[in-house]
């Protein structure tokens, strides 16, 4: 290797180019983030089969993290015990899916949403 060079400046320009966009795309992430996880909050509550509401009152979204140099996560899902067997259905009771209809239905959003957030 005598005698050969290289030219890392275009990588060292990368990195620090990255560095500078990193706090703009994960502010821009986690918001997107934020915005699904009400969403498909949302849309389970109207999706969800009602008799007395108690299943519909206990959907709640949670936030999990900042974003802001650390993960972010968001959880949405009723708290009542039953909500499984509505979603799945039982061997006396069929199906009557609410979340992963809610999570289907505000997918294409979030992928485009996070797109946005690395492309820009």
Known sequence: ????????????????????????????????????????????????????????????????GSGRGSEIEGQVGPTEDYGIFQEVGTSVMPPQPFMGPSLERNTPGFVDGMGDAVGD
């Open 1 to 64: 290797m005598d005698g050969m060079t290289f030219d890392v400046s275009e990588v060292n320009k990368l990195a620090a180019d990255l560095e500078r966009a990193a706090p703009r795309v994960g502010a821009k992430a986690a918001d997107q983030v934020r915005r699904t996880t009400r969403a498909v909050e949302r849309d389970a509550k109207i999706l969800v089969p009602v008799e007395f509401g108690t299943l519909r009152d206990s959907i709640h979204g949670e936030i999990i």
